[in-house]
């Protein structure tokens, strides 16, 4: 008994997944925001933020640090909704077609998602440093990790493989075009 695999259902699980991924994240994303906001008003609420984090020592050291710690955190996780969010909307897309995938929307679509690979790599680095400043001046400040901003090289990584992809899609629809206007 052989089992097969088709491109078709490697497609649609990669789709499933995006989807509970992009759910996920944006769910960080609403979450990280909305206490962010909230311990403005109610700084208690800084005492367990986000995933039980306790970012009530930055709180209490300068309300500007922590504003500014939160905004670092909420981009980074924002850009990470929105790169699969784009991939969602390219599995939705009428574009996207296998047996002719070298398309302009593609392209664009992949350097996009590249950009804000990027953009969350910059801002989640930005972040780990700030966060690193922050714990030099003498503020307990949570594990990295509990922050959300973990793993920016990994993202500035991606983005550096996406752009090269980018570039390889890029070529292909110019040999495509010239194929389509030699025939």
């Known amino acids: 008994m052989e089992i097969r695999i088709t491109t078709k259902q490697i497609l649609l699980f ?20 909305f206490n962010s906001v909230y311990a403005l008003y109610k700084p208690t609420v800084a005492t367990h933020f986000w995933n039980g984090t306790d970012l009530s020592a930055l709180y209490a050291h300068d309300k500007g640090h ?7 955190m909420s981009i980074a996780t924002v850009m990470k909704a929105l790169i699969f969010y ?19 929307v593609i392209l664009k679509m992949v350097f ?15 972040g780990t440093r700030y966060a690193a ?20 090289d ?15 899609f890029k070529k292909g629809i110019e040999l495509q075009t010239e194929s389509d206007l030699t025939v």
């Not at 996009?112 to 930005?126: K, R, V």
Request: hydrophobic share 55%; charged share 5%; net charge negative.
């Open 14 to 33: 990669l789709n499933i997944l995006s989807w509970i991924i992009f759910v996920g994240v944006c769910i960080e994303a609403g979450g990280i925001i």
């Open 66 to 72: 922590f504003i500014a710690q939160t905004t670092l």
């Open 86 to 104: 784009l991939i969602i909307k390219l599995f939705y897309g009428k574009k996207f077609n296998i047996p002719s995938p070298f398309h302009p």
């Open 112 to 126: 996009n998602i590249a950009y804000l690979c990027l953009g969350a790599g910059l801002f989640s680095l930005w």
């Open 133 to 152: 400043w922050i714990e030099e001046q003498g503020v307990q400040m949570p594990d990295i990790h509990y922050l959300g901003i973990g793993g920016g």
């Open 154 to 168: 990994v993202w500035l990584f991606m983005a550096v493989v996406l752009m090269v992809i980018g570039q390889v």
